[in-house]
């Protein structure tokens, strides 16, 4: 995707007041029914969307036909829109009047770039809010019966990407492996080998619990449970996809015992949504 700043006159005299508004919105982890009510609300009303990758069919099936709809999503090894492109496309969709619905995956304040973008915002004048969303961590753990924090088990949670790095990527691994904190990791399926040898080089056991979860809460979700050591051989025993967001910690073993959504989905279980 190319946007050329001069044609789309994105250095606009206009002032805030004649110009459209910009929502950054979190679409959650996937099911639509984890949609804040302000979010379907902003989808429903907003004259064009601009969505990531992330954001699943479900919830782009519950945007009005008359609403226009302009993918930016990022994906791994491919083509992509640049963090830039999306910028001026945002200033230049304001600049025209439009309401713009910025929907992304989960929150927008959490490894989303949504900050980026609204500080992008703030420069040119342009008037916006934001609208958080469940974030990956929160909603897939749920879904897979991982509780972040319990009692006696975890205290703490903290939450890393394992994107735009490679081996010397600049993590505390020491900090982490001592913190009694669940460890998500965002971003981080094809480099599960890499992160799983640094917890254990920096002094993790090899038996402590990890679990990977691919396409969270959605109607694919799908997640594999493993230690350190045995997570990278399993990997090539199953297929799993992206999205998916990593969780280490003792915390993972209350999976089995709190598995509401599995037999919701093995039961052919409907509850009634608001959608």
Not at 258 to 274: A, L
Request: a negative charge; proline letters at 3%; glycine letters at 10%.
């Amino acid at each position: 995707m190319s946007i050329n700043p001069n044609s789309h006159n994105v250095k606009s005299i206009f002032s805030r007041k004649e110009r459209g508004f910009v929502h950054l919105v979190g679409a959650g982890p996937g099911d639509p029914d984890l949609l804040t009510i302000r979010a379907l609300q902003i989808i429903k009303n907003a004259t064009v969307i601009v969505y990531d990758n992330l954001v699943s069919r479900e919830i782009l099936q519950l945007v009005p036909n008359e609403v226009q709809l302009i993918k930016v999503g990022k994906k791994y090894n491919c083509v992509s829109t640049s963090q830039c492109e999306i910028n001026e496309l945002l200033i230049t969709l304001a600049n025209q009047g439009h309401i713009v619905c910025r929907l992304k995956g989960g929150d927008p304040f959490i490894f989303g770039r949504g900050s980026e973008e609204a500080l992008v915002l703030e420069r040119q004048g342009i008037s916006y809010d934001v609208v958080p969303g469940i974030t990956a961590a929160i909603g897939c753990g749920a879904y897979s019966g991982i509780p972040l924090t319990h009692r006696g088990i975890s205290r703490g949670v903290t939450m890393i990407t394992a994107h735009g790095g490679d081996d010397s990527y600049q993590i505390e691994w020491d900090a982490l492996t001592h913190l009694d904190h669940t460890l998500i990791f965002y971003m981080g399926l094809h480099k599960v080998e890499w992160i799983t040898q640094c917890l254990i080089n920096h002094g993790m056991d090899f038996n402590t619990p990890i679990a990977i979860i691919s396409q969270g809460t959605t109607n694919q979700h799908h997640h594999i449970i493993a230690t350190l050591k045995t997570i990278s051989e399993k990997l090539y025993q199953v297929s799993i996809k992206s999205p998916s967001i990593i969780i280490v910690g003792e915390v993972v073993n209350l999976a089995e015992l709190i598995n509401w959504y599995g037999i919701k989905k093995e039961n052919n279980i409907h509850y009634e949504g608001v959608m």
